[in-house]
């Protein structure tokens, strides 16, 4: 299998109607292998959904940790004063960021206003489970850890994240793009609970927790072009591999592998932030045990493999189209699966 079998994949499903357009990047530690366009332009941003909470936040938190502002075993309630309560006291960092802190998916109501409603929300909901029993991977834990990071580092996640990766151009993975950018976004449509139903949103994010916090959120905000997060995956490939003599801060060897290290919570195939490989996942059945990855609601994937020295990095703008979840995970097992000799 080939390029030719991942481009057949990906044509396939936009001719089925599953989105109107994708973009495609595969590469190793050295470079870009293959990059394409599918009923756009490889310079089109996209909305990259939940790839915010492993492109950004993650990569913030690892940055406050490199300078002593934040620890993996910091408490929670330190910075929340409402998160209280025998059940949920001993929560930490750590099990946040590996969906291990007790907390549901989503909320049960429409969204709050503001950081203040949400932190609130969040903070005094029942949890779920027993921290650290079990792994339910939750948006929420990550909106606190949004606020969480813009608090120990002074400034907001926005300008922290484009601070971290000033190698990166800024116009092309940002949380707020430049208005031609914006222009040129790829379009997502709203879900059918949002207020901003009935029209398209184009450079507009499409969780509509995130556009209640202004665009910018823990767990989703982010826009990107291919190229640009194709840039992103090579500094976290090399720094995996540890090849190389310059590695960007936070993106070091000992931080990747402390980030990309399985939780020990039983049946969990998190890492922090980081998801890791299980044959029955969006990155298919011939990555090594070595790979970690994650997904984005709207039809976006990001899978990165040290020991083959590749990353895949797969765009579309699914909800802008007919695709369904089980859907787009087919396609994106068929795409990854498609580059097994390669």
């Not at 206003?113 to 005094?124: A, L, P």
């Not at 909901?125 to 949004?146: C, K, N, Q, V, W």
């Not at 790979?291 to 990095?313: E, K, M, N, Q």
């Amino acid at each position: 299998m080939s390029v030719d079998e991942a481009r057949k994949v990906v044509d396939t499903a936009r001719s089925a109607g599953m989105f109107p357009a994708a973009t495609a990047e595969v590469g190793s530690s050295a470079g870009p292998i293959w990059t394409e366009a599918f009923g756009t332009s490889t310079d089109t941003p996209f909305d990259l959904a939940s790839l915010t909470k492993v492109i950004a936040t993650t990569t913030v938190i690892m940055e406050l940790m490199r300078t002593g502002a934040l620890r993996l075993e910091d408490r929670v309630s330190e910075s929340f004063k409402e998160w209280r309560g025998a059940d949920r006291e001993a929560v930490t960092v750590r099990d946040l960021l590996e969906h291990t802190g007790g907390l549901s998916a989503r909320l049960l109501d429409a969204p709050p206003q503001g950081r203040r409603e949400f932190e609130h929300d969040i903070s005094t909901m029942p949890l779920e489970y027993a921290p650290r029993t079990r792994s339910i991977y939750s948006d929420l834990g990550f909106i606190l850890l949004g606020f969480l990071a813009a608090d120990r580092g002074g400034s907001s996640l926005a300008d922290q994240f484009e601070k971290a990766v000033t190698w990166i151009d800024s116009d092309a993975l940002a949380f707020e793009l430049p208005q031609e950018e914006r222009a040129r976004a790829a379009p997502t449509r709203p879900m059918e609970d949002d207020h901003r139903r009935g029209r398209a949103l184009v450079g507009e994010v499409h969780d509509p927790y995130a556009a209640a916090l202004g665009g910018v959120a823990g767990h989703a905000g982010l826009f990107g072009t291919v190229s640009a997060v194709g840039a992103f995956a090579r500094a976290v490939l090399r720094a995996a591999r540890g090849t190389g003599d310059r590695f960007p801060d936070p993106l070091t060897p000992a931080l990747v592998r402390t980030f990309t290290t399985k939780s020990t919570v039983y049946g969990s195939s998190r890492a922090l932030g980081w998801d890791t490989m299980l044959p029955t996942s969006s990155c298919g059945t011939r990555m090594t045990s070595e790979a970690f990855g994650h997904v984005g609601y709207t039809g976006t994937s990001l899978w990165i493999d040290p020991t083959r020295d590749r990353y895949f990095v797969l765009l579309t703008n699914r909800v802008f189209g007919l695709g369904t979840l089980e859907e787009i995970r087919s396609v994106r097992r068929a795409f990854h699966d498609a580059f097994a000799g390669v």
